[in-house]
């Protein structure tokens, strides 16, 4: 009997080993590797908020462009090496739809629904909003008001406006796909071309050297106007600088960074805490205080005079279009004028 007990009991011991079917947990570890395009200011402070939280995982960082993230992460899709993908617009996250897992954040109904991709393929985690920086005092020697996208094209400014070129700056290049969408007047995108042209003949063929010296030159007192990310423009407000944020009145492609799951990745539980973190109201809050981003949540307050609400931005859909192909028709209508 008792050598009966001691087999059975045994027995015992060996199925409880064993997971049931389909009640398997994902492996508790202590680490999490991060592939993000964000800029080190960026993940840096995300990082160390997190770890302030969870400082039991350890947090491997690689950085690079985003492009150069989506393309690694391609490569890696039969044995991944990351866990999560922080930074880059909806466009990148679909071209590597397959090396994804979709995930619907615990935060999810706490951010704007409008943002939020159907399929929970990616995480919105900030927005991003071209804006127009103005330089008070030259702007009012010349007696010009910047209300939006037309005004841009009033003669007084004529080879006045920093800009840099769509070929070599991003930001640049989201100016031009907003212009397009906003001063189209048919709905037609194609239609849009005649609103650039006119703007690119008040330009005078002048641009910046980048997307920084497009900003810098109106903090420094060189142009009276600039074309940025708003991030831009508020750092330089709360610094004290004699600029201000104009939104256009005409409109504004909204857009958002975001961040996602990568498939198979070794340490799905922590990249969900991650992913979750990101997008809380602590590190949102950190993040519009820290780093100038627009929270993707609409219980974080603004913190600078003069940054208008999302809600109360004339916002339009952000259109499809071909980056190639926006690229080659500006060139084609610069070396035309």
Known sequence: ?????????????????????????????????????????EYELIVNLFNEKYPDIEVEIVSGGTGEMASRINAEKAAPYGDVMMGGGDTIYRSIADCL?????????????????EDNLYTPCYINVNSIIVNKTLIEELGVEVTGWESLCDERLKGKVSFANPADSGSALEVIVNMLAAMNGTGNLEDGWAFVERFLINLDGKFASGSSAAYKSVVEGEYPVGLCNEDKTISYMKDGADVYAVYAKEGITLRTSNIALIKGGANPKNAKLFIDFVVSQECQTAMEAGVNVRPIRADVPMTTEGRVPTEDLVQIAYPEVNSSEIKATFQDLLTSI
């Open 101 to 117: 897992e979709a995930y619907r954040s615990t935060e999810a109904d706490n951010l704007f629904a409008e943002f939020m991709p």
């Open 1 to 41: 009997m008792k050598k009966f007990l001691s087999i059975l009991m045994a027995a015992a011991m060996m199925l409880a080993l064993i997971p049931m079917a389909g009640t398997a947990e994902e492996p508790d570890t202590n680490k999490l590797v991060l592939y993000t395009s964000a800029g080190a200011s």
